[in-house]
């Protein structure tokens, strides 16, 4: 359909659309943002109009009418490039169809100028919300900016640290239970866990889980067996081989993520070690490559993707005049994956590593 010019050849406005469709101009606006505070038969003569004449809103000037951009903020301290890369994945799945796009910001908290670059990230992008990932969203200080900017946002953290509209709690005390009972019920009495970053709250909410999962079998973790990693590969690696050069090495390791618990593979092959049969190994999160190593890596499954969507979900919620609380789910629940890295104890490690 041809694009209705007016005179001098210039293309329609919102102002000849209001016009002809006798309506304000607001009312187009809230057509043209689907908008649930339009009458039915307001809406099907407005969008008439647009049809008739090929009106285009400007995306630029829709900004300013509203005085902020239509990008959503991603702003996230978080060491592993799979579990980031998922995160995208299913943010972008939640605005796409909205007319919001995604905008990044990776950041360091450890950093003294952490705050200032993120509130100059804001301020700057003018943005409609933005979605928080772990450990960021953990973080009290980033919520206050965003609550001075007057910013939408959502938080995606193991417990709820805000009201249900702000949150998608992952629960993952929940999931590391489950690894415990899994080795605890394959007979593993000697486990031990390799923990994230002191500043994840997931950290102390996965080894929170994973010593009252052990406990419900009678097994208290031993704090000698406990190391912390990075939530990296390279982390996994010095941990695990820092835990089986002791006297008596472990028969199971549980992870704290899935790229640390790939690590433990390494450090175990390395070592001559056959997984599982000398060592069993669990991770945590499910990213792709855990069904790509082998053996396949048994581990608890986090949505991330999913919890991605669900988080842009609640902000595209707000731009319809819905209420986030009640529109998506709020809540995931983590749940083991069983596949081939773990089994009954076999040969003692200890035997294998002193030949």
Known sequence: MNETKRPGGKSATINDIAR??????????????????????????????????????????????????????????????????????????????????????????????????????????????????????????????????????????SVSLDEPACMVVTHDSRGAAQAARHLAQLGHRRVAFISGPDSFRSSHERGRGFREGLAEHGLALDDALVRQGAYTFESGVEAARDLLALPNPPTAIFAGNDEMAIGVMKAARDAGLDVPRDLSIVGFDDLPMASRVWPNLTTVRLPIRDMGRMAAEKLTARSRGLDPATLVQPEVDPFLVIRDSTAAPGRQAADVLSG
């Open 20 to 157: 002809m469709a006798e309506v304000s101009k607001k009312t187009v606006s809230r057509v043209i943002n689907n908008s649930p505070f339009v009458k039915d038969e307001t809406r099907k003569r407005v969008e008439a109009v647009i049809a008739e004449h090929g009106f285009t809103p400007d995306p630029q000037a829709r900004g300013l009418a509203f005085r902020r951009s239509f990008l959503v903020g991603m702003i996230y301290d978080n060491p592993s490039p799979n579990y980031v890369v998922n995160m995208q994945q299913g943010v972008l799945d939640g605005v796409r169809g909205s007319g919001l796009e995604l905008v990044v910001h990776p950041c360091n908290r450890a950093s003294d100028a952490f705050l200032n670059e993120v509130r100059a990230f804001i301020v700057r992008q003018k943005l409609f919300g933005v979605v928080m990932p772990p450990s960021v969203s953990e973080d009290d200080r980033v919520v206050a900016i965003l609550k001075e900017a007057d910013c939408p946002y959502v938080r995606i953290a």
